[in-house]
């Protein structure tokens, strides 16, 4: 059954209105979860500082009663030095207890408890430090064989040891949600581009589908003409009729190309930002993979919003084309304070085919520029177009950063291989130029043939 232009128009805006709520489902999910991801970080930090407040308690306590033995058993003041100190820092830590138990409320009794016992302990330690003071060590014996000060120490420990559990299992269940978070972001992102992408897929068939039937349609003119032709003298009015009808149906040809440009154009649009959201929630390496990939989706993007609003769809301008990629890619690597792009593009016209395989070798050695030229983000990146009296042209990417030196090549050389790809489609040549400082990308090619 041959579709109409209302089915047609329909079918194309519920597709994009899938890939739109699949878009909108990721992002959602995404801000939401890392919300959460930024609260579980902090929760983390918490417990493992109360742990370590657990932790320092005890070694202090642990501490200040190893001085008080040496002091009992030997009488020297030098054991007391440490003595001091750690009683000090055990007071602190038992002073900071209550501020840390917000999250822990179950454990105020035990922390309660704990303050009460190491009160009474220290106050022990002082009572036998005190009676060796004044030369009283039978009192300081006596006092000791009481018992009552090994009594407080294992009952601390034992309070001591509860807090510290507290903030291991804490911990453990902070990481347990981390990771199933992790989990459903991963599942949902994966579910909302397979959604995007069948939407763009059967969007793209009916494309086809309905591009097949104006072609079907303009042959059954074109049969009708060779008719008409035949009959011209006695049919005229038919023939003029049917040239109407002809040019009516180029235009929407016309018109159809213009849109399957525009509709290219946003789905590589979706997927560029579908990329962008993905690189996100995945370490750098992962990041920066991502980034390549966008840019260089960016840059095909971007050939068809240029022929999608001009009036020439088999040409583009490239100027205007990169520096639109340009500009894009300004915004991206920072402002003047960081990457610096400057450009100077002399008019020139090119195939779409070709104007692709120059704007993503354009985008690859700018990209490797503000990588790899300047360690520390902030310099200059010229480019250049020119056009060469023997009828070729010459893009020219330079900085002023380390140049590529002696050693083995930066990154996984995928760009690399794919400037080589793009040269060889455009019969170009690729030279690189050390300029001591930087370096020099140069990429010539004959007009005719691109």
Same mark, same amino acid.
């Given at each position: ?12 805006? !519920?597709?994009?209105? +899938?890939?739109? $709520? =699949? @878009? &909108? /489902?990721?992002?959602?999910? #995404?801000?939401?979860?890392? %919300? ?119 009952? !601390?420990?034992?309070? +001591?040891?509860? $807090? =510290? @559990? &507290? /903030?291991?299992?804490?911990? #453990?269940?902070?990481?347990? %949600? ?128 240029? @022929? ?5 769809? #088999? ?136």
């Amino acid at each position: 059954m041959p579709i109409s232009a209302r089915v047609f128009v329909r079918s194309q805006l !519920a597709f994009l209105a +899938i890939g739109l $709520l =699949a @878009l &909108a /489902a990721i992002v959602s999910v #995404a801000f939401w979860l890392g %919300e959460r991801s930024e609260e579980i970080a902090n929760e983390i930090l918490a417990a493992r500082d109360f742990k370590t407040a657990a932790v320092t308690l005890g070694a202090s306590v642990g501490q200040a009663e190893s001085s008080q033995r040496g002091f009992l058993y030997t009488g020297n003041e030098v054991y007391l030095a440490p003595y001091d100190i750690a009683k000090a820092a055990a007071l602190r830590g038992i002073e900071g207890l209550p501020a840390r138990l917000v999250t822990y409320p179950e454990m105020a009794p035990a922390a309660e408890r704990l303050t009460q016992v190491l009160t009474d302990k220290f106050a022990e330690m002082d009572q036998t430090i005190a009676a060796i003071r004044a030369r009283d060590p039978q009192a300081a014996l006596e006092l000791t064989l009481t018992n009552r000060g090994k009594q407080l120490m294992d009952e !601390a420990n034992v309070f +001591i040891t509860g $807090l =510290a @559990l &507290a /903030a291991d299992d804490r911990l #453990a269940n902070l990481a347990t %949600e981390q990771n199933e978070n992790a989990l459903w972001q991963r599942l949902i992102s994966i579910v909302g581009a397979l959604v995007a992408v069948a939407a763009a897929v059967a969007a793209l068939i009916t494309i086809m589908r309905y591009a097949g039937e104006v072609a079907q349609a303009r042959d059954q003119l074109a049969r009708a003409n060779a008719d008409l032709e035949i009959k011209v003298a006695a049919r005229t009015a038919d023939l003029a009729r049917s040239n109407e009808e002809m040019r009516a149906a180029r235009d929407r040809a016309e018109m159809l190309v213009h849109e399957v440009n525009h509709r290219v154009a946003n789905s590589l649009s979706m997927v560029s930002s579908l990329v962008g959201l993905q690189a996100k929630a995945g370490d750098a390496a992962v990041k920066a993979a991502l980034a390549e990939t966008q840019s260089r989706i960016q840059a095909i993007a971007l050939v068809h919003q240029r @022929l999608y609003s001009s009036g020439d769809v #088999a040409e583009v301008a490239l100027d205007q084309y990169l520096r639109s990629l340009l500009d894009q890619f300004q915004s991206t690597v920072g402002g003047a304070e960081r990457i610096r792009l400057s450009y100077e593009l002399e008019p020139i016209s090119l195939r779409t085919d070709a104007s692709i395989n120059l704007g993503v070798i354009a985008a690859e050695w700018v990209m490797n520029a503000t990588k790899y030229a300047y360690p520390d983000g902030v310099g200059a990146v010229r480019v250049a177009l020119n056009r060469q009296v023997d009828g070729h042209a010459v893009l020219t990417v330079e900085d002023d950063g380390v140049g590529r030196g002696s050693g083995p090549s930066k990154g996984t050389g995928l760009g690399t291989r794919i400037v080589k790809a793009m040269a060889t489609s455009l019969r170009g040549t690729v030279d690189y130029i050390d300029r001591q400082p930087g370096l020099s990308a140069r990429l010539a090619f004959p007009l005719l043939a691109a």
